[in-house]
């Protein structure tokens, strides 16, 4: 059996709330990814995801912690064990990541062939004129046109589709072993997305990659994922090949998030909607967390559900997937 390129276990990472109260943000998930995989993770806002990214990187800052307890292990190291110069070795280099808004995250003072040639300098000691070059390359590779003189655009010169092909091309450098993209179409018109997905899939094919792809988007998922994630109040709900996932869904969330997707030629008078909101990360409720919004809770949904096994790798936190009594 294939070495997994990632594993996550029990992964707590932890804030401090107001009046002294804590905020699990991340409440013990663990997954794998495996070499050349993509592994979407799927929830609404305020489920855990995008902490789930930044802790993997070791980017969490106070008040912010990872419990101890906790495991990242990445090409068979523990990345929480690694001296900080050792982690900024591997941050950006061997895992990268493409953040959600790429305006906050790009220098407004830098042209953005100076920002991409930066990330060569710092991991591969290029020199200036070397580095430049290969941002320039690696510009024309996410699909730039004219990437020798769109290099010396500043920023706002570019559109939201382009900064975020700079964000790409920054990420892609050093040819990372993990790219972890972080909703990397939010904003973005639809074919604008496609291109950028497209773009995504093309690097990861040529340079063998794996990913792990953040969205709301179940589209995104079913297009490109191979496994996909379900996250519900700092918790994995659901977690299952993408196929099996989408023709077979068993926990109540990730069907309602799939009933709540509009589909061509349907004829509703209203678009589905699930009821409620996701809880705050400092007063999560006792039990199932799901259950205040469940059509299908019972009584048994007072006591906390563990991931219930249902298949080879299809796993479910639900009550109602757990094993018949002999």
């Keep these: 059996m294939t070495e997994p390129l990632l594993a996550v276990t029990d992964l ?3 804030f401090r709330a107001a009046g002294g109260r804590r905020a699990r ?9 495996a070499p050349e995989e993509t592994v979407g993770i799927v929830g609404e806002s305020g489920c855990g995801k995008s902490v789930t990214a930044l802790s993997i990187l070791r980017l969490i800052r106070a008040p912010g912690v990872i419990e101890a307890g906790s495991r990242i292990a990445f090409e068979s190291r523990d990345l929480l064990t690694l001296p900080e110069r050792e982690m900024r070795a591997i941050r950006g280099a061997r895992i990268a990541m493409v953040f959600q808004e790429p305006m906050t995250s790009l220098d407004p003072v830098l042209t953005i062939g100076a920002q991409v040639a930066e990330v060569a300098r710092v991991h591969a000691g290029a020199s200036k004129r070397a580095a430049w070059a290969q941002a320039v390359e690696a510009l024309q590779a996410v699909g730039f ?5 769109r290099a010396r655009d500043y920023p706002h010169h570019l559109s939201g589709g382009m900064r975020q092909r700079a964000m790409i091309a920054m990420a892609i450098m050093m040819r990372p072993a993990l790219l972890i993209a972080d909703e990397p179409t939010t904003a973005l018109d639809v074919t604008t997305q496609a ?6 899939a093309a690097l990861q094919s040529s340079m063998r990659m794996s990913m792990l792809l953040i969205t709301h988007d179940l589209g995104i998922v079913a297009e490109r994922a191979q496994r996909v994630i379900v996250m519900y ?6 977690e299952a090949p993408v196929r099996e996932l989408f023709a077979a869904p068993r926990h109540p969330y990730t069907r309602a998030l799939l009933a709540a997707v509009p589909r061509l030629g349907a004829r509703r008078e209203r678009l589905e909607a699930i009821p409620g909101q996701v809880p705050s990360a400092d007063a999560w409720p006792d ?8 059509a299908q809770a019972f009584d ?3 006591t906390a559900p563990p991931l219930y096994q249902i298949g080879d790798a299809h796993r479910s936190r639900c009550h109602l997937d757990a094993p018949a009594a002999p």
């Design 145 to 149: 046109p004219d990437a020798a003189a």
């Design 233 to 238: 109040a700092g918790q994995i709900v659901e």
């Design 25 to 33: 943000a991340v409440d013990g998930v663990s997954f794998t990814v």
């Design 195 to 200: 291109q950028i997905l497209g773009t995504l």
């Design 12 to 14: 707590r990472t932890t």
């Design 287 to 294: 039990g199932c967390r799901f259950r205040a919004r469940c």
């Design 300 to 302: 048994r949904c007072d």
